[in-house]
């Protein structure tokens, strides 16, 4: 399941509501990001996080299908946030349920390597200088390659 | 064809969507963005340089060469930076 | 910070209590162990974790305290129920935060792994054949012994 | 010494703690799992296999060979299995 909201989330109830009823689920493996206050060097007051509503939807539910393909799931989430968020504030949950840990664990990882370089959000900082825009990360398409299957 | 700019894209092009219909000869994504460039200075400046170009016909990431045609919603934007 | 107890937990409380205040964490991976209604293709109704307290509480803040010591950690915990559960039930949570993602996740697996091979708890599960005691997991061994620095 | 038994290692030898001394011979874990063999036919069935048995001593994981001395707490029992 994928959701974009503006909306803060509850990772207990949503954890909660993800495994319900499923009793073959062994293991859980989750990640939430949160804002820092700090990048780079430089304090970071706010961010505010746009996006393509739309494509946005197909990128998260195209790489949820992916995980759920390449590992024996029985329950997937991502949730993220757009809008300003305040440091300390939670921008993105991910989560995955099976019968082992070791699935758990990879496929997690993978969603946010995946949902890190092809999910369309932009982050836009705002510092003692002004607004500036985050470029993207060499380690992000670093950590996402390891996934190809040549 | 509908045309979407996000982020610093949009910030530098000064709008983040239009309606607009190509000459003929503009096939595919590249000549896209070369014609796009001939429009003023801004949009030469914003997509000046081709690797910092992520582009998605119909919502979907496209490679250089995709066809289009009439209708396309067509969005060029920066590389990534959510999660 | 690590925690015996016979009493659920709620995740989303555990995350945002580890969490608050310390805005230069990027990212809280986490892990939720539940316990199957089936292993081995045996039905379970229910299970028994037996532990040894005192020691139980030094592993783990001595399997704690060596993450620490690997992956540049701004926040960990770890908490393990004992006591009877039924399937669906929560066993363990353990949560590890860090600046960037890639620490996060890596000694979340790490103390998994290490707290199945090392934390002195035992399992009696309740089958249609009356009790049994799990018995050990070569895999656990095996995934362990990928974190041995040689 | 102290002796604590876990799991079905308790169960086979049907107790969970107990409060001896070894003769003075018995000088580290080896030896004392060697004495507790004798002691009667519960203990050297739930003893048998030593690769299936873990020693803590005073708490904390302890090899073959490590060296007991009286007022030791000596806790013997399966491989864990929890999380």
């Known amino acids: 399941m994928i959701r974009v909201q503006r909306e803060d989330f509850d990772i ?3 954890l909660s509501a993800l495994t319900r009823g499923k009793t073959g689920i062994g293991g ?3 990640f939430v990001g949160l804002m820092r206050d700090v990048a780079d060097g430089t304090p970071i007051h706010a961010m505010t996080l746009e996006h393509y509503p739309g494509m946005t939807e197909r990128e998260l539910q195209r790489i949820e299908l992916e995980a759920q393909q390449r590992w024996p799931l029985l329950a997937s989430l991502i949730v993220h946030r757009y809008g300003r968020l305040e440091p300390g504030d939670r921008i993105v949950l ?4 099976s019968a082992h840990r070791a699935a758990a664990f990879e496929s997690c990882e993978f969603l946010m390597d995946y949902l890190k370089t092809k999910a369309p959000f932009w982050k836009q900082e705002e510092t003692p200088d002004g607004p500036r825009w985050v470029a993207a990360a060499a380690t992000d398409d670093l950590a996402a390659s390891r996934w190809r299957k040549d | 064809m509908k045309l979407l700019y996000f982020a ?5 092009i000064g709008i983040a969507e239009e309606q607009l219909d190509p000459p003929p000869g503009v096939g ?17 400046e914003a997509l000046r ?19 289009l045609k009439p209708g396309d919603e067509v969005a060029i934007f920066p590389p990534v930076t959510g999660g």
């Open chain 2, 8 to 12: 610093h894209l949009r910030a530098k």
């Open chain 2, 49 to 67: 340089e081709p690797r910092a170009l992520r582009v998605a016909v119909n919502q979907t990431y496209v490679g250089w060469h995709h066809p």
């Open chain 1, 12 to 14: 207990g109830i949503e």
């Open chain 2, 28 to 44: 595919d994504v590249s000549a896209l963005i070369e014609w796009l460039k001939r429009r003023n200075t801004r949009f030469a």
């Open chain 1, 28 to 30: 859980v493996a989750s």
């Open chain 1, 94 to 97: 991910v989560a995955t349920a």
